[in-house]
């Protein structure tokens, strides 16, 4: 298997729940990336990992907490979300932070209820 | 606060119609433009990479051009195959988090 893979791609979740969306990449990449896609918005950056470590939080809400236990997986981790949460959820990876060429997932479509 | 603007948000276009797509940038000091093709329900493509204005970059029926402002990705002769959404972003120099401000996208429908 090759490429940045996400699961599950579709997601429906209530206010109390709690979830989690999965990233795996293959390509030896050491910087992972979540980024949110509302409609006609540009895509938003929430976190960012750099050889594992936490580099970035673009001011994210608590309610979603991300986790990288390696360099090949990411997660994000759901919980007591808002309706307006409701967004595609794309992972990506990069060889290195400083890059601007991103290999995305196709994405995890989240619907909050 | 680095800006990225595209334009026309929607184009449609016949087979064979030429035309380009604009993205316009304010940015402290570029250290990189790039484009990507995003298909519906699918993850960003990246495309290309620009440096410095008077730059251009081809892949098949797509030519990205780029000046000390704006950025032109022209699709000559498209097909439909070519129906997508192409997102642009820029990357400033001075910015120690090399983060990616991408516009909100154009999304391009090719009519056989």
């Known amino acids: 298997e090759t490429g940045v893979t996400q699961t599950p791609r579709h997601l429906v979740m209530g206010m109390t729940n709690k979830k989690s969306l999965k990233c795996e990449q293959h390509l030896g990449h050491n910087a992972m990336y979540w980024y949110k896609q509302s409609a006609k918005k540009p895509l938003e950056l929430m976190f960012v990992?750099?050889?594992?470590?936490?580099?970035e939080n673009n001011s994210v809400p608590s309610r979603f907490s991300p986790e990288c236990p390696n360099s090949s997986h990411l997660f994000l981790h759901l919980h007591t979300l808002q309706p307006e949460d409701s967004a595609l959820y794309l992972c990506?990876?990069?060889?290195?932070?400083?890059?601007?060429?991103?290999?995305f997932g196709e994405g995890s479509r989240l619907t909050v209820l | 606060e680095d800006q990225v603007t595209q334009s026309p948000e929607a184009l449609r276009l016949q087979e064979g119609e030429s035309s380009s797509l604009n993205c316009s940038y304010t940015v402290s000091g570029l250290r990189g433009l790039f484009w990507y093709r995003q298909d519906p329900g699918k993850g960003p493509e990246f495309l290309f990479t620009l440096y410095s204005a008077g730059e251009e970059k081809e892949k098949e029926r797509l030519k990205a051009t780029l000046t000390k402002k704006e950025s032109f990705l022209h699709i000559t002769a498209p097909k439909p195959e070519d129906s997508a959404t192409y997102l642009c972003a820029v990357q400033a120099v001075w910015s120690n988090d090399y983060k990616l401000s991408f516009g909100a996208g154009t999304t391009v429908t090719v009519r056989a």
């Open positions: 990992y750099s050889l594992e470590e936490r580099v």
């Open positions: 990506a990876s990069s060889l290195y932070r400083d890059t601007g060429e991103l290999f």
